[in-house]
């Protein structure tokens, strides 16, 4: 990526950026497995509480996924998608 390009995302699909450390992120101690919000059609999904921010869905399920690949935790189960 160059260094004067400015990236920004589409609002569609991102409602804010968070700068979080990766430790804090891939940390089993803060990845939770939950029941999702009403309105979606998944059996479960992923949350990392952050502060007052929730990152959840594909998202927290990615990091979660680096996280067991690091071998920091087990692998998620694949019946919630």
Request: with cysteine.
């Amino acid at each position: 990526v160059e260094p004067q390009k400015i990236i920004k995302p589409n609002s569609d699909e991102v409602e804010k950026i968070l700068f979080v450390k990766a430790n804090f992120l891939l940390s089993p101690k803060y990845q939770i497995r939950e029941k999702p919000p009403l309105d979606s059609s998944m059996l479960m999904t992923w949350k990392i509480k952050y502060g007052t921010e929730n990152i959840w869905g594909l998202t927290a399920r990615v990091l979660v996924t680096i996280s067991a690949g690091l071998g920091l935790r087990e692998f998620p189960p694949c019946d919630d998608i």
